[in-house]
């Protein structure tokens, strides 16, 4: 059976550079989910979100549900997105599955939303699903609800703030011996 990491957690708090990480520290494939919407669909995941939240939805479930049903040799690194734990979908495709760990990145509310608004000041602007009148307000609600949901679904949490992708992978290495 081949064993399969799926990193969680908010917007922004490291799941690609970290999952990029562990998959050179195992050694593992590293897949990513927005980057298997984009392939599957022809649309970044910004663009599927502008759409409808449903149309994202639906391409975000078939893009894990793809990358679960993969084969190879070696363990498999997902970056899932930052919303999976509102996507009944994609949950559903993770239950009752004993070769999957689910690895929570802990990040503050406040971490999270500096590298948002450093991206989005980078030139992508604000996600879709924070445009709102306060911004930053709704990404609080978002992130304090989404943290208790994550803790639940995760075997593992990590806390991320103040560490490198690699030393965040090196600690996940360990919980996986």
Known sequence: ?????????????????VSRAL?????????????????????SPRALYTEGPDAFRTAEAAALAALLREEGSFPIVIAAGGGLVDNPAALSALKDRPDVRIVYLETSPAAAWERIERAARDGGGLPPFLHSPDPEATHRALHTRRAAAYKALARHTIQCEQKSPHDIALEIQRLLV
């Open 23 to 43: 998959s050179d520290i195992l050694p593992a494939d590293c897949r990513d989910v927005d980057e298997e919407i984009e392939k599957r669909t022809g649309k």
């Open 1 to 17: 059976m081949r064993e399969i990491i799926v990193l969680t957690g908010p917007k922004h708090c490291g799941k690609s550079a």
